[in-house]
């Protein structure tokens, strides 16, 4: 969505950390989520920080959100080969409805 | 579990042809939604259900229409279909209202209109 960008690829090597950055428009978002998509699947919610926080880590995965600079990026530590997929950055300000970012394509090479 | 299922999984369709695409949930969900996934545009909103008995447009509802069957389905209905239909097309649910409120996706349908 025009609302939420992303960089469209991303290569890493095995073993290396992996970052994705994403910025968004909407003053007003209150949470921001990360999304996997592996090939011929459906989305699965990664990881999600509310917009109070600045910092989030659940095992290999580290959230940061800059605020001021609507800046959110998610680092994946110790890349792995099953990472490869498409990274989806969405936000919310709406009960209903997200909107997000074009995607970014992480390819995880050995 | 079966989570969110959706039926096709792919179809073709000529040009002005229609078709449903179902969708079903299993976890008792109030809100349903469906988009589409087009490359580089990453999704958008078609059409979503807050809860049972309502739905609202999304960001791209034309030559689209839906109907919230129950609690458990939502479908969406292409009455004459035109090439810039052919997509990926996602139904998610999710519990509740509120922003915290993750949505859950079915694996897809991809549509193709010759």
């Known amino acids: 969505g025009e609302d939420v960008e992303q960089s469209l690829f991303l290569s890493v090597r095995e073993g290396d950390s992996s970052v994705i950055n994403c910025t968004y428009t909407?003053?007003?978002?209150?949470?921001l989520y990360w999304y996997k998509q592996e090939p011929g699947a459906g989305l699965q919610l990664l990881t999600y920080?509310?917009?109070?926080?600045d910092m989030k880590q659940d095992q290999r995965l580290t959230v940061l959100l800059n605020k001021k600079d609507k800046h959110l990026s998610l680092r994946i530590a110790d890349t792995q080969t099953g990472d490869s997929a498409i990274y989806f950055c969405?936000?919310?300000?709406?009960?209903?409805?997200?909107?997000f970012g074009a995607g970014t394509t992480v390819t995880v090479r050995a | 579990n079966a989570g969110v299922t959706q039926t096709p999984k792919f179809q073709v369709l000529k040009t002005g042809q229609s078709m449903t695409l179902q969708c079903a949930q299993d976890?008792?969900?109030?809100?349903m939604y469906w988009y589409r996934q087009d490359p580089g545009m990453g999704l958008r909103l078609i059409y979503y259900s807050a809860s049972e008995g309502t739905t609202d447009k999304g960001e791209v509802p034309n030559g689209y229409n839906v109907s919230r069957l129950n609690k458990r389905e939502f479908s969406l209905r292409l009455e004459s279909a035109a090439p810039s239909q052919t997509s990926v097309y996602f139904c998610?649910?999710?519990?509740?209202?509120?922003?915290?409120?993750?949505?859950?996706f079915g694996n897809g349908t991809r549509l193709t209109v010759t």
């Open positions: 909407d003053s007003s978002s209150t949470y």
């Open positions: 998610a649910s999710s519990e509740a209202q509120g922003n915290n409120s993750p949505l859950h």
């Open positions: 920080i509310f917009s109070n926080m």
């Open positions: 969405a936000e919310s300000a709406d009960d209903y409805k997200l909107s």
């Open positions: 976890m008792n969900h109030n809100s």
